[in-house]
């Protein structure tokens, strides 16, 4: 059973910087994307940012030039380092894996959540 174990959220001030991890363990299937959603109350979740195997990066225009996803395949952790953090960057956010098995089919995981707080 593949689980994912975020880590990193917290309380900062505006302008100050976080950095969430996640780790994938359990898995005999391949994982494509690795990714990032937030979450605030009365809010969709919405793609914060993605990278592919192969490190192609994705990112939604209001943390671009902020934030930066990066990944490990050999650790099958990604990364989600936040700088210059506002306010409106206050939510859970929540680690996303997208596997492969070996016929083709795929399916997503999810982790537990961390809560990341960014006061004025």
């Known amino acids: 059973q593949v689980q994912l174990v975020e880590s990193g959220g917290g309380l900062v001030q505006a302008g100050g910087s976080l950095r969430l991890s996640c780790a994938a363990s359990?898995?005999?299937?391949?994982?494509?994307?690795m990714g990032w959603y937030r979450q605030s109350p009365g809010k969709q979740r919405e793609l914060v940012a993605s990278i592919t195997s192969g490190g192609s990066t994705n990112y939604v225009d209001s943390v671009k030039g902020r934030f930066t996803v990066s990944r490990d395949n050999a650790k099958n952790t990604v990364y989600l380092q936040m700088n210059s953090l506002k306010p409106e960057d206050t939510a859970a956010y929540y680690c996303n894996a997208r596997l492969v098995t070996a016929f083709g089919y795929t399916y997503d995981r999810w982790g537990q959540g961390a809560q990341v707080t960014v006061s004025s």
């Open positions: 359990g898995s005999r299937d391949s994982i494509s994307t």
